[in-house]
């Protein structure tokens, strides 16, 4: 019997599913194997614990595997190619396909057909085919110019909206009549992340170079607690990549085409609820032809499927 492997390598998390011809029979989750953000070292580690952890799962054994289909960012350039297929071809001895990760979202939303897939995790961007096999992109250039609406925007944007808050002392009261965690309840969480005291501390390490999406599920905690400056900043990321939908489509799609599918993947649309329902509302108003299908696609079955099906 044959055996395939997909992985979905991403920025915050590496997804390993492993199956048969037909069914999924093992999977594993790790940490982050974005090389560009990680490093080799790191991203190694992450895409061969995941590939060992789901074989094991699947109760085979490594050699058994007899393709793999790696989704990754950045695949279109070359030497991440070259660096990802090298750290799985160290444990694996079938053939090994790289791709990148929007392309494993497109074949678990859509197969061979058209649409366009809007994918938001630690970055972001949209990517769509037309019936004629024609591609486009929108957003995706990176961290710090671009990726709107991804986990790593929205950190970024909350700090940035809670200084502007800061600034304007929106409760009336001085600086020494409040504490910065009554003033804000957004700021509890990211305190808890990254080890803050104070408004003045977060400003500092805003400005140091972090990790923005780790405030991510500060954000999301805060929005649910009914706090109205994470939930502006979640609404306006609903808004920010339902613009990168109707860009893709206009550029593939001609106005006689009235329905165009539109799917969506990553953890922030799994995660953050108003993300979602303010993405799937203002796709209409931008494009009336995109048709969202609710449910989060997993890229990693995608993946999957091109490793049973693609000649590498």
């Known amino acids: 019997m044959a055996y395939y492997l997909g992985i979905d390598g991403g920025g915050t998390k590496t997804t390993c599913v492993v ?3 037909v069914s999924p029979l093992g999977s594993a989750v790790t940490g982050p194997s974005n090389i560009t953000r990680v490093g080799e070292a790191r991203a190694r580690e992450s895409l061969q614990d995941a590939v060992r952890h789901a074989c094991a799962a699947a109760k085979i054994d490594l050699r058994q595997v007899q393709r793999a289909c790696v989704g990754v960012a950045g695949a279109g350039r070359q030497e991440i190619v070259v660096a990802v297929r090298k750290v799985i071809t160290e444990i694996v001895t079938g053939e090994i396909e790289v791709v990148g990760d929007m392309e494993i979202a497109m074949e678990a939303a859509f197969g061979a057909g058209p649409g366009v897939i809007v994918i938001a995790g630690t970055g972001s961007i949209a990517y769509g085919r037309d019936a004629q096999g024609k591609t ?4 995706g ?3 710090v110019s671009s990726d709107e609406g991804s986990g790593y925007w929205i950190g970024r944007t909350a700090v940035s909206a809670l200084l ?3 600034d304007e002392g929106a409760d009336g009261r001085t600086d020494e009549q ?4 009554q003033f804000f309840p957004l700021f509890r969480g990211m305190k808890s992340a990254w080890k803050l005291e104070s408004i003045e501390e977060l400003a500092r390490t805003s400005n140091s170079s972090p990790d923005f999406a780790t405030l991510l599920p500060a954000v999301l905690a805060a929005a649910d607690a009914g706090d109205e400056l994470a939930r502006q900043v979640l609404r306006q990321a609903g808004r920010e990549l339902a613009q990168l939908a ?3 489509a206009r550029k593939l799609f001609a106005q ?8 969506m993947a990553g953890g922030v649309f799994r995660y953050a609820t108003i993300v979602r329902e303010v993405f799937c509302d203002a796709v209409h108003r931008f494009d009336p032809r995109l048709d969202v299908n609710r449910q989060v696609v997993e890229p990693v079955d995608g993946a999957l499927q091109m490793a049973r099906s693609t000649d590498v």
């Open 19 to 21: 199956g048969d011809e």
């Open 136 to 139: 486009a992109r929108a957003g």
């Open 141 to 143: 250039w990176g961290f």
């Open 164 to 166: 502007r808050a800061a």
């Open 178 to 181: 409040r504490s910065d965690e």
């Open 246 to 248: 109707s860009i893709v």
């Open 256 to 263: 006689d085409i009235f329905h165009i599918p539109l799917a």
